[in-house]
């Protein structure tokens, strides 16, 4: 899919701005009630999560409907060229009305979706722009959320068995079996894009080296077209090659290859124009590859040093902010990092542009999140799942694929693994051919583990790179650093059997930044420096642990519990990006790990 571009035969015309907004009370279903929507109206900014724009509970809290209006005008200039209205990520559910019709639902809160305007708008003509929205997470939504009636660190049931408290409850509510805050909405940027009637639809770029040349193959998906011409431009917007055809192999002399920082990430262009049409699309020349236990890019060894993150931050909730993208990847450089995960769900598409272009390194997670976690049945057989997530994969690959920066896809975060080992093993290796099978350039693909029983679980061995999540030291072997270095050695001699190469996806712990000690026990900043020390030097002692990544980049705000004080303070960067202790540890280690070589 590609990312709406303006140039001499596209536009774009956006709708972000000042919405009407209300909560259902219940009533409507995700239908549109315009009466309801006229009274209840209230003015929200899109794109952010609504969650904290108001001060008010009810916002904060809300589960089910909830409904976004608008009215728009495309310029008359426009009438002879195709309308797309695309709306870049609504977060959980939506239905889209267009002057009281419904046009389009989507499932799934964090990849984008279109609808095709011919016939439904005309320009010149005003429209009236209705979205109703769903935040209600289950057995059968990626991420997954609880039915049982228990909250993930949620501490409503006092004493009483959740399942007994569920009946009384008179409020819906929400049990995400995820420790994210629940943010809801228009997450990211809404726009109409307009395109000649003849037009591109889609671009593949499969990169691949030889010798000293780069070779492209490429194909382009056409509407109306019956031909096309793709020039690659160098940085300096030098053409370098070029060939016709909708599909064909272009072979760049002396190619310069997209490299991850401290390294060069040279992108190339991609023109590609029809008779009609014209589209420009930048790329990476670079390959992955697993080999033994090396994770290779541009046939070298590479380690990962960076995070796991999210998009998170105050008043916006989960909504695009271009701001703290570009802060944060300022904030990767600055602590001498190469990578992230995009933990736990897709990020908005302006992050994997700007990680083309600083050569930062992305593991692509789908918000598959919490499958099983704490279930009493196999998930596997009772979760109505399957479908959706083969969905959202083929989805975020079409999105994302000719990205240089993404490496590897994750296709989820913590599955149970250990308790329906069987029926877990079919689901995670199926999926994993399925992903394979989707993806053009065939990166590694993976999900991440986080059994304590890694013995008993059969799928992670199975993954191009084995990932874990591992927490010894925090919320086992608690502040008692020596027993969670012996507990990560007995894991880590049984992974060296599997022969694979392993990143540490998570590992961490909670800190109050300012909160000094002299003898570093929990929660001080002493601690967490103590903790990433003594665990990082056993991790330098293992060839095959061939990446780490802290958990977390920021504190981010989750759902209320017992374990969480003002949300989850794993940071290294406090959640307004300043730095603790560890940020200045991690800076200092990873100045000086190569990206390339640090393990042979
Ligand atoms: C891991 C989860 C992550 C949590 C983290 C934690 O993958 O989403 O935030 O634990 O508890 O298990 O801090």
Known sequence: ????????????????????????????????????????????????????????????????????????????????????????????????????????????????????????????????????????????????????????????????????????????????????????????????????????????????????????????????????????LDRDGNEVARASGLEGEIVIKDAKLWNPYPGDPYLYTALVTTESDKYSLRFGIRTVRVEGNRFLINGKPFFFKGFGKHEDSAVHGRGFDLAYDVKDMSLIKWMNANSFRTSHYPYAEEMYDLADEEGIVIIDETPAVGIGAGASQDPYRTFNIREHHEAVIRDLVARDKNHPSVVMWSMANEPDTEHFPLSAREYWTSLYAFTHAQDPQDRPVTFVCCQNNYEADLSTREMDVVCINRYYGWYNLSGDMEAACYAWNIELDFWQKINKPLIITEYGADTLPGFHLTAPEMFSEEFQVMYYDLINREFDKRDFVIGEHPWNFADFNTIQGVYRADGNRKGLLTRDRRPKMAAHYFRKRWAEIPSFGYKK
């Open 1 to 232: 899919m590609l990312y709406p571009e303006t140039n001499e035969k596209r536009s774009v015309i956006s709708l972000d701005g000042v919405w009407s907004f209300c909560l259902d009370d219940g009533s409507n279903g995700g239908n549109i009630n315009s009466g309801f929507i006229e009274r209840n109206g209230e003015m929200i900014a899109v794109p952010a999560s609504y969650n904290d724009q108001k001060d008010d509970l009810r916002f904060r809290e809300h589960c089910g409907w909830a409904y976004y209006s608008r009215r728009f005008t495309v310029p008359e200039i426009y009438g002879n060229e195709r309308l797309v209205l695309r709306f870049d990520a609504v977060t959980h559910y939506a239905k889209v009305y267009i002057d009281g019709k419904l046009v389009c639902e989507h499932k799934g809160g964090f990849l984008p979706f279109e609808i095709e305007l011919d016939g439904i708008v005309t320009a010149g003509k005003k429209s009236l722009l209705q979205v109703a929205v769903n935040n209600e997470v289950n057995h059968s939504t990626l991420p997954v959320g609880n039915e049982e009636g228990t909250a993930f660190f949620g501490s409503d049931n006092a004493g009483v068995p959740s399942v007994e408290m569920a009946k009384v409850w008179r409020k819906k509510r929400n049990l995400p079996n995820f420790d994210f805050f629940n943010y809801a909405g228009i997450n990211r940027s809404v726009r109409i894009y307009t395109t000649p009637k003849d037009h591109i639809d889609d671009i593949t770029i499969v990169p691949d080296v030889k010798g000293k040349d780069g070779i492209v193959r490429y194909s382009v998906s056409v509407s109306g077209c019956s031909d096309a011409v793709v020039t690659i």
